[in-house]
């Protein structure tokens, strides 16, 4: 089985810096993504770690850590666009390889 | 290029009544998704098609709840009966093969069982 936590709420000011955490437990594992996805609608995808490190995209960085079943994604130069949810996802191994398991999400709320 | 078209957008029918929801993935992806996401909640895989095969429909309840992909493109998912717990967004999402990890999705649709 696979278990994902995340903060359930973060708020962060606007041009400022924010990093939302996500902690994993799987029985196999072959990555973590990133979705993003405003009030109504639909996640779209951000990010993908398989291996250790960070990964960089823009303003948004991802990171893993394999060993220690952990992930962040920071967003810099926060905009009062970026308010939404952020959903980590993780793709696990056999079987599950084929299927994403999403946390609950992370609700950003950025203010001015 | 077209994204993930799903209709209808918003559905609200009473308890026992039946639903049916519709999605059209993007040209050339083999691989379909359909997920429940409760308010508040991430998305919950129901069932994934590979072309018009069913891979995983594990969580998907089938006392109530079917789903097809006849042709390998456009996919129904149809609740019979509904109950007050369904009410919830329907997600569709598909993707490459090879890209598990980077799924396209529709912009859902809301239903609610009164």
């Known amino acids: 089985g696979q278990s994902l936590e995340q903060p359930s709420e973060v708020t962060a000011v606007e041009g400022a810096i924010v990093q939302i955490n996500c902690t994993y437990q799987?029985?196999?594992?072959?990555?973590l993504s990133w979705y993003q996805q405003h009030d109504g609608g639909a996640p779209t995808f951000l990010s993908y770690?398989?291996?250790?490190g960070l990964e960089e995209t823009g303003r948004f960085s991802s990171f893993l850590s394999r060993s220690k079943g952990y992930s962040y994604l920071l967003l810099k130069e926060l905009q009062m666009k970026d308010s939404a949810s952020y959903f980590c996802?993780?793709?696990?191994?056999?079987?599950?390889?084929?299927?994403?398991?999403f946390g609950k999400g992370t609700k950003l709320s950025v203010i001015p | 290029e077209a994204g993930v078209a799903q209709s209808p957008r918003y559905k609200i029918i009473e308890k026992r009544q039946s639903v049916a929801f519709w999605c059209n993935p993007i040209s050339g992806h083999a691989t379909l998704y359909w997920y429940q996401q409760i308010l508040g909640q991430g998305p919950k895989l129901l069932i994934q098609f590979q072309n018009n095969g069913v891979v995983d429909d594990s969580q998907l309840p089938k006392d109530r709840f079917s789903a097809e992909r006849l042709k390998g493109v456009d996919s129904t998912l149809k609740i019979q009966p509904a109950k007050l717990e369904d009410s919830a967004v329907y997600l569709c999402?598909?993707?490459?093969?090879?890209?598990?990890?980077?799924?396209?999705f529709g912009p859902g649709t809301r239903l609610t069982v009164t």
């Open positions: 770690n398989a291996l250790d």
């Open positions: 799987t029985s196999g594992f072959y990555g």
């Open positions: 996802a993780v793709r696990g191994s056999g079987a599950g390889s084929y299927q994403l398991t």
């Open positions: 999402a598909s993707t490459l093969e090879d890209r598990v990890y980077e799924q396209y």
